[in-house]
């Protein structure tokens, strides 16, 4: 056990320390974004984003989360094989949903929108392969390229004037160069090797896997389409300024979740697959208590100082950013705390337990959103989101240990 966490720490720091990097650049460039894009641009940007999130949970149907389970280097050929035909049926979908759009009056923008599904997609995929690879310093290599190469995109693109093609085109090229960290052959053949899996073959894993398509991507789904649906109410209800308000303040201050989380849940989920159930449920509170800890004080700091933080560090037009984070600190801090166990439901096989807990927190909370918009505004919304949230949480967090199954669905000593 205590070689077991010291592996954990280890693999975590390694992921964190490159993940240190990959947020530095967005961090000190973040307030030149702001002074070169107003918040009507990053509105558009944060639509954008919510729609190519619910392409990209379709994007290898889920199949690509199973990649850790794998028990021999074929199945993990015949799954990446699966993995490679799902993306491409889904960037050709979403390439028709572009094109629908235009011929609706949409921006040109939304051309870009399968590029950056195939981009996302294959980055997702080629994660998973990594960390079944234990290839920790690759997945560091690829964060530091992908957001910090995003953020000096943006801000060339700012310096151009380009406008939200500048927003929405850095990243893609970020996450182009991020792949090539990623990209590792099969041992079965090659990249080549993967388009010579049978239908057959294909069929076989995709059945045996069938709880990820089944389960995990409607639950993934469902948060994408929350995040999608929460962007047009606000656009709705106030406009395209207080999106892109609500886009900058989640954008940074989930920024924390997306360094400590991922890295967190790439090292945790592998451990818990193969630890003992006792052992398990020990991993997870102790991780539960140490993510807690560390959230404390974003939240102190969120509640005391948020609109003035905002307003210093990114221009006094974004004071309003500030209060919306103030009225979401409690909602960001235990959103802090969640964003890495999502793994744990798909290591322990509770994945419709999850499916059906994820469906009552998106309704409770688009209800808050939309009751507290109607109410209070944007600062209204906010308010109702951290106060059904905690609820929700809370409830999450007390009832995820009785998960843990007896026995595990993989045997230890694999």
Same mark, same amino acid.
């Given at each position: 056990? @205590?070689?077991?966490?010291?592996g954990?720490?280890?693999?975590?720091?390694?992921l964190?320390?490159?993940?240190?990097?990959?947020?530095?650049l967005?961090?000190?460039?973040g307030?030149?974004?702001?002074?070169?894009y107003?918040?009507?641009q990053f509105?558009?940007?944060?639509?954008f984003l919510?729609?190519l999130?619910n392409f990209?949970?379709l994007a290898?149907a889920r199949?690509?989360f199973?990649?850790?389970l794998?028990?021999?280097e074929?199945?993990?050929?015949?799954?990446?094989?699966?993995c490679?035909?799902?993306?491409?049926?889904?960037t050709?979908?979403?390439?028709?949903g572009a094109?629908?759009?235009?011929?609706?009056g @949409?921006s040109?923008?939304w051309?870009w929108?399968p590029?950056?599904?195939a981009?996302a997609?294959?980055?997702?995929?080629l994660?998973q392969?990594?960390?079944r690879?234990?290839?920790?310093?690759?997945?560091s290599?690829?964060?530091?390229t992908?957001?910090g190469?995003a953020?000096?995109a943006?801000?060339a693109?700012g310096?151009?004037?380009?406008?939200?093609?500048?927003?929405?085109?850095?990243?893609?090229?970020?996450?182009?160069?991020?792949?090539?960290?990623?990209?590792?052959?099969?041992?079965h053949g090659?990249?080549?090797?993967l388009?010579?899996?049978?239908r057959?073959?294909?069929?076989?894993?995709a059945?045996?896997?069938r709880?990820f398509?089944? %389960?995990?991507?409607?639950? @993934?789904?469902?948060?994408a389409?929350?995040?999608?649906?929460?962007?047009a109410?606000l656009i709705?209800f106030?406009?395209?300024?207080?999106?892109?308000?609500?886009?900058l303040?989640l954008?940074?201050?989930?920024?924390?979740a997306t360094?400590i989380?991922?890295?967190?849940?790439?090292?945790l989920?592998?451990?818990?697959?193969h630890?003992?159930?006792?052992?398990?449920?020990?991993?997870l509170?102790?991780?539960?208590?140490?993510?807690?800890?560390t959230?404390?004080?974003?939240?102190v700091?969120?509640?005391a100082f948020g609109?003035?933080? %905002?307003?210093?560090?990114f221009?006094e037009?974004?004071r309003?950013?500030?209060?919306?984070?103030?009225?979401? @600190?409690?909602?960001?801090?235990?959103h802090f705390?969640a964003?890495?166990l999502g793994?744990?439901?798909?290591a322990?096989g509770?994945?419709?337990?999850?499916l059906?807990?994820?469906?009552v927190?998106?309704?409770?909370f688009?209800g808050?959103?939309?009751?507290g918009?109607?109410?209070?505004g944007?600062?209204?919304?906010?308010?109702?989101?951290s106060?059904s949230m905690t609820?929700?949480?809370?409830?999450?967090?007390?009832h995820l240990?009785a998960?843990?199954?007896?026995?595990?669905?993989?045997?230890k000593e694999?």
């Open positions: 056990m @205590a070689a077991s966490r010291t954990l720490l280890r693999a975590t720091f390694t964190l320390a490159g993940g240190l990097l990959a947020q530095l967005p961090l000190l460039f307030p030149w974004l702001t002074r070169l107003p918040p009507e509105g558009h940007y944060t639509l919510a729609v999130a990209v949970v290898c199949y690509d199973a990649l850790p794998a028990r021999d074929t199945e993990a050929r015949d799954l990446m094989a699966l490679v035909r799902v993306l491409l049926w889904v050709l979908i979403s390439a028709f094109l629908a759009a235009l011929t609706m @949409a040109m923008f051309l929108l590029v950056a599904v981009i997609g294959a980055g997702q995929w994660t392969w990594s960390v690879a234990g290839r920790f310093t690759a997945l290599g690829s964060r530091v992908q957001y190469g953020a000096l943006q801000v693109g310096l151009a004037q380009a406008g939200i093609a500048g927003l929405i085109i850095g990243p893609l090229l970020a996450g182009s160069l991020a792949l090539a960290w990623l990209r590792k052959p099969s041992p090659g990249w080549s090797g388009r010579t899996v049978s057959s073959a294909l069929r076989t894993i059945l045996k896997h709880d398509p089944l %389960f995990n991507t409607p639950h @993934a789904f469902a948060g389409l929350q995040d999608t649906l929460a962007v109410l709705a106030t406009g395209e300024a207080a999106a892109g308000f609500w886009g303040a954008r940074y201050l989930k920024a924390p360094l989380g991922g890295a967190v849940s790439q090292v989920y592998p451990r818990l697959v630890a003992t159930p006792a052992d398990a449920r020990a991993i509170l102790q991780i539960m208590s140490i993510l807690a800890l959230a404390l004080p974003l939240v700091l969120l509640l609109p003035a933080l %905002f307003a210093s560090v221009g037009p974004w309003e950013a500030g209060t919306l984070a103030r009225a979401l @600190a409690p909602y960001i801090g235990l705390v964003a890495p793994v744990v439901t798909l322990w509770a994945q419709a337990w999850a059906r807990l994820a469906l927190g998106q309704v409770m688009l808050a959103l939309t009751l918009l109607y109410i209070g944007v600062i209204g919304g906010a308010w109702a989101v106060v609820l929700y949480f809370g409830w999450f967090f007390w240990p998960q843990c199954p007896r026995p595990l669905p993989i045997d694999l």
